[in-house]
Each structure stands twice: as structure tokens, then as C-alpha cells.
């Protein structure tokens, strides 16, 4: 309920800066989930250190290639791969 929750709120803002920060919980709230349910291949949990004034930001993605997406364009493939889940 809480990640639908998220992801309605991510949709509705129309502040990029609001839409990261919903991201980022979003990403906090389906990492446990992946973890657990994962039954095949392998994703990876990345890292910015840059996000959020420096305070840094997660992201899952499906690619170990760094796709950044608190910076977009200006830093996309600022960032590292933390884990790879599998």
C-alpha cells in the first residue's frame, strides 16, 4: 500500500526535486521486497554520492551500468554499484 502510495505521489508532483526525494523512499520501501523475491539473474542496488546535497541516494536498477536518476543529464553515470542482488 505504501509503495503504491509513493508511486502515485511520484506521478502527481510536478517538482523534479519532490519526485527524487519520492524516489529515493520508493527505493527504500521495494529493496526488502527484491531481496526476498528475486528468482533469477540478478539486480544491482547503486549508489550518488552526490544526491541530495551530498547526503547520497539509492537506486535499484537492472543494469550494473550507472544510469543516474538524480542527475539525469548532467552527471548520468555519476555513481557506483553498492550490491548486486541475486
Known amino acids: ?6 508511486a502515485v505521489e511520484i506521478s502527481k508532483a ?4 519532490k ?7 520508493l ?3 521495494v529493496e526488502p521486497i527484491f531481496k526476498v523475491s528475486i528468482e533469477g539473474g540478478e ?11 551530498g ?11 550507472i544510469r ?3 542527475y539525469g543529464n548532467k552527471m548520468l553515470t555519476c555513481g557506483k554499484v553498492t550490491e548486486t542482488i541475486q
Open 55 to 65: 547526503k547520497g541516494g539509492y537506486w535499484i536498477s537492472d543494469a550494473s551500468e
Open 19 to 25: 519526485q527524487r526525494e519520492l524516489f529515493s523512499q
Open 68 to 70: 543516474n536518476p538524480y
Open 27 to 29: 527505493t527504500e520501501k
Open 14 to 17: 510536478d517538482d523534479i526535486g
Open 43 to 53: 539486480i544491482y542496488k547503486q549508489f550518488c554520492p552526490m544526491a541530495f546535497e
Open 1 to 6: 500500500m505504501e509503495i503504491n502510495s509513493l
